[in-house]
């Protein structure tokens, strides 16, 4: 099953449009636009949404709490 990542879901408009066989997350920097994805979710029955998640940000841009994967994190701390 394909996976797809959608950065900056908002309140997750386009997941409806999404094929049924992929396996999605969502993630957003606005938690009361993820409140609002994940009624629309629930409501609209949309079970290839697996997650939706914040993403914590600092004033310099980088992110301070990366989603986690398998293979490494979406991003890195490190880089200038």
Do not use: F, N, W, Y
Not at 26 to 43: N, Q, T
Not at 47 to 53: D, F, T
Not at 70 to 78: F, K, N, S, T, V
């Amino acid at each position: 099953m394909a996976r797809l990542l959608v950065v900056g879901v908002g309140t997750g408009l386009e997941l409806e449009l999404l094929p049924a066989d992929l396996r999605v997350t969502g993630i957003d920097i606005s938690a009361a636009m993820l409140d609002v994805a994940r009624e629309r979710v629930a409501r609209k029955g949309l079970r290839q949404v697996k997650g939706l998640h914040v993403m914590e940000r600092r004033r310099d841009g980088l992110c301070r709490r990366p989603v986690r994967r398998r293979r490494g994190a979406l991003c890195d701390e490190r880089r200038p």
